[in-house]
Structures are given as structure tokens and as C-alpha cells.
């Protein structure tokens, strides 16, 4: 073969590979679309980002077994003057549906702790027993305000308390309300000894029972089978 042909070989050669080139589709990479979890959802809530972050908490987490329940109330005019107090007039964001003061709230569910009867202090109590959970479902939070007025205050609870006794969010919401629910409990505010004694005098199941208190609010014990007990250290 002399060197025109071999130079007429090559040159058809390299043509038909550039067109062989230039003819090929595009291969644009395929968009994966995956479902969104629960957690993506609730972090675009309207009731903003809610969730809490374990890692966050300063007493880190806490397998001691339960040995009884203490319902925490808050008188809510209290809670929102100290909030308010505490922040030169201004209300926190999460607190804003609770102390705005376009609603009007009275005794309001803090939580339902369950505790340890061996603890000699808060960091010895049953806490995080489930790790890091998943922001509660909107409607779920939104269902059970009225009682507990704050998203993060729900959303916490269950996450640090309710998950060391229940095994879902509802479930221990619901416990929580109906223990709240069966209360009689005073619309005005009252100095902590008179307040266990008008406790005790509109509930007779308390008539007995020693209660607790803090700053603003009323602690309630139960036994295992929600019976009301005597409160620990008051």
C-alpha cells in the first residue's frame, strides 16, 4: 500500500471517530428523589425548629430505672413576668404563644418526670432514656398547646422525661393531660402554703398527700400504678 492510500485511510479514520464523538447523547446524572423523613418536614413547621438536641444538655443522659411519676404544673402569669423580667420586657420566641398576651393562660402542664427514689439530686433522676429522638409531628404538638403551651417545652419533655416511661410522644401527652384534666385547681394566684391547702381542700384524693413546689409551680406525685403519694424532699 503506498503512503496516499495509508494517509487516505487515516484521515477517514479519524473522521468517523470525531463524528462518533460528537453524536453521543448527553448522560446527565439522574436526580434521586427521597422521601422526606419527618425530621426535614418538621424543621420547616410553622411552629419553627422545635427540636432539642441532647447534646445540648448539660446532665447527658441517665438509664436509672423509674420508681415514681411527679406532674409539674406552672402558674403561667408567673412564668411569663420572670420571662419577661429576665429579658428586659421581651419575650423569648418559644415562649411567645404562651406569654404574648394575645391568650390567657393559668396552671399549665411543665411535664410529667418520672423519678428515681434514690436520687439525692436532679441529675440522678431518670433523663434521656432513648437518646436523641426526632422532632414529634406538628399536629401532635399542636393538639396538646392548650395544656402546654410551648412547642420546644413539649417537644423537650417528651424527649428528656416522657421517653424513660412511655414509648411514644402521645402516648405520654396523654397521660400528662389526663392527670391534669382530673385537678381541680385555683385561677388565681396564691402563696405556696395556701395553695397546697386549697389544693388539698378541692381535691380529696390529696387530702393526705404531701406536695411539692417550686417557683411558681405545683409538683403532684404518683406511684407506679398512678396512685397520688407523698412527694419526696417535698
Avoid at 446524572?29 to 447534646?55: C, F, V
Avoid at 439525692?120 to 429522638?133: F, N
Wanted: hydrophobic share 35%; proline share 7%.
Amino acid at each position: 500500500m503506498n503512503n496516499k492510500k495509508i494517509l487516505f485511510f487515516t484521515i477517514l479514520a479519524i473522521l468517523g471517530a470525531a463524528t462518533l464523538l460528537f453524536t453521543q447523547p448527553d448522560k446527565k446524572p439522574k436526580t434521586i428523589h427521597r422521601p422526606e423523613t419527618q425530621h426535614t418536614i418538621s424543621q420547616t413547621s410553622s411552629l419553627g425548629n422545635y427540636d432539642i438536641q441532647m447534646k445540648n444538655d448539660r446532665l447527658k443522659q441517665n438509664l436509672v430505672e423509674t420508681d415514681y411519676y411527679l406532674l409539674a404544673l406552672s402558674w403561667s402569669p408567673g412564668f411569663c413576668q420572670r420571662q419577661k423580667r429576665n429579658n428586659n420586657g421581651k419575650v423569648l420566641p418559644h415562649f411567645k404563644y404562651q406569654c404574648d398576651g394575645t391568650k390567657s393562660f393559668g396552671w399549665v402542664i411543665h411535664g410529667l418526670w418520672p423519678q428515681s427514689a434514690k436520687a439525692h439530686a436532679i441529675d440522678e433522676h431518670p433523663r434521656y432514656c432513648q437518646g436523641d429522638l426526632p422532632m414529634v409531628a406538628e399536629n401532635t404538638i399542636k393538639h396538646y398547646l392548650p395544656e402546654s403551651p410551648a412547642a420546644t417545652l413539649l417537644q423537650g419533655e417528651w424527649e428528656k422525661h416522657g421517653a424513660c416511661a412511655f414509648h411514644d410522644a402521645r402516648a405520654y401527652f396523654e397521660k400528662q393531660k389526663t392527670l391534669f384534666n382530673a385537678l381541680n385547681l385555683p385561677n388565681f394566684a396564691t402563696p405556696k402554703s395556701d395553695l397546697f391547702k386549697w389544693v388539698k381542700a378541692q381535691n380529696p384524693p390529696l387530702r393526705d398527700i404531701y406536695l411539692g413546689g417550686g417557683k411558681d409551680e405545683l409538683y403532684i406525685c404518683y406511684n407506679k400504678q398512678w396512685q397520688p403519694m407523698d412527694c419526696p424532699n417535698g
